[in-house]
């Protein structure tokens, strides 16, 4: 079987992906990505199938990809509509535009030294020059490592620490809400202790003034004026790296999860055709911020590589007023709009009138990623915001995936909040039962029995992490394990229903308990501290933490402030306890492991059946924990 076609069937294209893997990737590749040098094997996979090798033996530019190739037929088409925090903030650029700010920044990038597999820390506001920022990493082969602009200067600076950047691109400040974030201040902080930077470029989003460190910050605006608009791309390996982007784990650091150039672009150029069916003329938004995963993959690489026109917002969506969103998509006449289940719950609880004046009328498809969506958010998306014609997609994939794994398909799809979830080609999804072995329960725990060309190739500077987190043992098979749980349901198609781990997804973001515990007990009043994640009407997932203070200290005001303030700034505002639970312990075993089965149970208002309490050293801890009343939120 052999074709090219984007309109066939879904299951025909699914079954010769499944049956005959080299074909149908090596048509796929042709199809979707320009290359430079031709492959000698379309994959590779080592013994216990942890690593698998794409495309091995050819080579091609990401950012050419995504530019070079438009500009005959595309160069003046709108590549990207860019809405800042400040509604009467809005800019376009053609493809060509783009093309020559990047090829420009890619030779600033030169002059300072980048080349091919440098580090390039990118902490920015969400807005063109980010995006500029990671083409021309791309350009040269040099290797981005985009960090959310709200992490706190210790999160940067441990990011910055474990990739060895040369250079970070920022921003004087950003916006968000109608307030100006900080962004050089922030990242000033965590350059004192970050000895691998040799250069600053600084992007001038606002008015303000920057406090420049003479002979290592430069602004872009300067820098740019006099550089070159020509820039050839460099000819990179299918699977030297493209990016770094870190994700929370449920134990230890973030774990930096290491992308290949060719694989990693053909799943989400695939992928946004495919699901989407991204039709020429069409604007499409994804509301995530270029930092995450979503934004590397549906903001720019997957959308740019085929040619789309994109909205890339800085802002909020509360901000000035909930309507904010369908003032948007009315302006920029968007056709789908892909967003998390977290913004549209905070939406449904501002009330419909918000909707009011707008008509969303160019509406056609409507996408949801990061956390399950629940039925009621379904409905309203569907009937409110869509005004009952358009499908919802609901897509499952992670940042170690690299693109959409999971998703209805457009061609199967029926009107129902989970219903008829397909794997994307190449994806052969399974269940295991707690001991990784495949299970005919219809739980379990989800596994991937195959290498697909978006995976992650590592993480990077801990091969071992990888191999330890990721991966059954090879007796059986070597199957991917991405940490969730999953359910089959009537119709046997699968159904994600959250993590299988300690992680918390709060707001569509993942946030180890570890962390958060980590910089509660750096506090001098804290002598243990246990983090759960409980359920939250808004975020989905709250943060509840249990902490013991030393004797001396009080739970009072001034305490809860600290206590906050410092889970802000080791990690970020995002991370930050939703309920803080006083307790003059924790409930351990004998052998000192933390019962975190009961905490979850306590953070659940399941008071009734915290099971099994035997093994502990002092039972009546959970006694008073369910009596207790909690001292902040809840
Ligand atoms: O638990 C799953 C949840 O988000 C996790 C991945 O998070 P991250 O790497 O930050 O990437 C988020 C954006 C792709 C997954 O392990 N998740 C993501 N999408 C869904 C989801 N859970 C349920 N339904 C989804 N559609």
Redesign the pocket.
């Known amino acids: 079987m052999k074709s090219s076609s984007i309109n066939e069937k879904y299951h025909s294209l699914y079954r010769w992906s499944i049956q005959d893997p080299i074909n149908f990737w090596s048509e796929q590749a042709g199809h979707f990505i320009k290359w430079m040098r031709p492959w000698t094997d379309v994959l590779k996979k080592d013994d216990n199938k942890t690593h698998a090798k794409w495309f091995v033996g050819a080579k091609l530019n990401v950012s050419s990809n995504c530019l070079d190739r438009h500009l005959i037929k595309k160069g003046d088409k709108t590549a990207i509509i860019w809405e800042g925090d400040d509604p009467n903030d809005r800019k376009q650029m053609t493809y060509n535009e783009l093309y020559i700010e990047v090829c420009k920044f890619s030779n600033v990038l030169k002059s300072l030294n980048v080349n091919k597999g440098d580090r390039v820390c990118i902490y920015m506001p969400n807005i063109i020059e980010t995006a500029v920022a990671m083409l021309a990493c791309a350009r040269l082969g040099a290797i981005h490592s985009v960090i959310f602009g709200g992490f706190s200067s210790n999160a940067l600076k441990d990011r910055i620490n474990d990739t060895q950047c040369k250079v970070v691109v920022s921003a004087n400040e950003g916006k968000r809400g109608g307030k100006n974030i900080p962004i050089k201040g922030i990242m000033d902080d965590a350059l004192q202790e970050c000895p691998s930077i040799e250069k600053v470029v600084v992007v001038k989003h606002t008015e303000s003034d920057a406090n420049m460190h003479t002979g290592r910050d430069i602004w872009y605006h300067e820098v740019m004026k006099p550089a070159s608009d020509m820039c050839a791309p460099e000819a990179v390996d299918s699977n030297d790296p493209l990016f770094i982007l870190y ?1 929370s784990g449920s134990t230890g650091k973030p774990k930096g999860i290491l992308h290949s150039s060719a694989g990693y672009l053909l799943h989400c150029s695939l992928t946004f055709k495919h699901v989407f069916d991204y039709k020429e003329d069409e604007v499409f938004w994804c509301t995530a911020d270029l930092a ?3 934004g590397h993959s549906y903001v720019l690489y997957g959308p740019l590589s085929m040619g789309a026109t994109i909205v890339l917002y800085e802002g909020v969506p509360t901000y000035p007023t909930a309507s904010r969103y369908w003032e948007v998509i009315d302006r920029y006449k968007v056709n789908t709009l892909y967003t998390a289940p977290t913004i549209l719950r905070t939406l449904v609880g501002m009330g419909d009138s918000y909707l009011n004046d707008s008509t969303r009328e160019s509406l056609r498809l409507l996408g ?6 629940d039925a009621e958010t379904w409905d309203w998306y569907f009937s409110k915001v869509g005004n009952q014609k358009c499908p919802i997609l ?7 995936t690299g693109g959409i794994m999971l998703s209805q398909m457009l061609q199967t799809i029926t009107k129902k909040c989970g219903d008829n979830v397909k794997p994307m080609f190449g994806i052969v999804p399974d269940l295991v039962d707690d001991s990784e072995v495949l299970t005919n329960e219809d739980t379990g725990n989800l596994v991937i029995k195959e290498p697909w060309p978006g995976q992650m190739l590592t993480i990077y500077n801990d091969e071992k992490r990888f191999q330890d987190t990721y991966f059954t043992n090879s007796k059986n098979g070597g199957f991917y394990i ?3 749980r999953a359910s089959y349901n009537e119709k046997r198609t699968l159904r ?1 229903t ?2 299988a781990d300690d992680t918390l ?1 709060v707001a ?3 946030i180890g308990a570890t962390e958060v515990e980590a910089a509660l007990i750096k506090h001098e009043a804290v002598a243990e501290a246990a983090v759960v994640g409980y359920p939250h009407p808004v975020k989905g997932q709250g943060i509840y933490a249990y902490v013991a203070l030393i004797n001396k200290y009080q739970p009072d005001e001034k305490m809860i402030n600290e206590l906050l303030n410092l889970v802000k700034t080791e990690i970020s505002g995002i991370a930050k306890p939703d309920v803080l639970h006083w307790t003059p312990e924790l409930p351990k075993t004998r052998s000192g492991k933390v019962m975190r089965r009961i905490l979850r149970k306590i953070s659940n208002n399941e008071f009734d059946d915290v099971g099994d309490t035997s093994t502990l050293v002092n039972p009546s801890i959970v006694e008073l924990l369910v009596n207790s009343r909690t001292q902040y939120g809840g």
């Open positions: 994700t995450w995963i979503t949801s990623v990061g956390e399950p969506i609901d897509t499952w994939w992670q940042t170690e991405p940490g969730d994600i959250g993590r997804n569509g973001h993942l």
